[in-house]
């Protein structure tokens, strides 16, 4: 089985930043493409960045400039940078990513937990 385990949350004032750490654990032969998306109450969830293996990045409108996706292939994480927040970012942010398993010729997605995202005065 595979496991992503988020970190980093938490409260925050605006214009503060924080960073998010994905780490992926278990029988795994690669990760393709490794990605945040985020969650706000009453809303659907959304992708926020996403980064291949290679280092494409991707990010929506409304974080390009102020989040940085980046990832660190030997360790399986993924990070999130987060500057400039704003209360719109709001949300429970989930970690997500392309897993290729040992013996399995296929690659699944996979989901975090989830961790909490705060912007308040």
């Known amino acids: 089985q595979v496991q992503l385990v988020e970190s980093g949350g938490g409260l925050v004032q605006p214009g503060g930043s924080l960073r998010l750490s994905c780490a992926a654990s278990?029988?795994?032969?690669?990760?393709?493409?490794m990605g945040w998306y985020r969650q706000a109450p009453g809303k659907q969830r959304e992708l926020v960045a996403a980064?291949?293996?290679?280092?494409?990045?991707n990010y929506a409108d409304s974080v390009k400039g102020r989040f940085t996706i980046s990832r660190d292939n030997a360790k399986n994480t993924v990070y999130l940078q987060m500057n400039s927040l704003k209360p719109e970012d709001t949300a429970v942010y989930y970690c997500?990513?392309?897993?290729?398993?040992?013996?399995?010729?296929?690659?699944?997605?996979?989901w975090g937990q989830g961790t909490q995202v705060t912007v308040s005065s």
């Open positions: 278990g029988s795994i032969t690669s990760i393709s493409v």
């Open positions: 997500n990513a392309d897993v290729l398993r040992i013996g399995v010729f296929r690659a699944s997605n996979y």
């Open positions: 980064i291949s293996s290679g280092g494409s990045t």
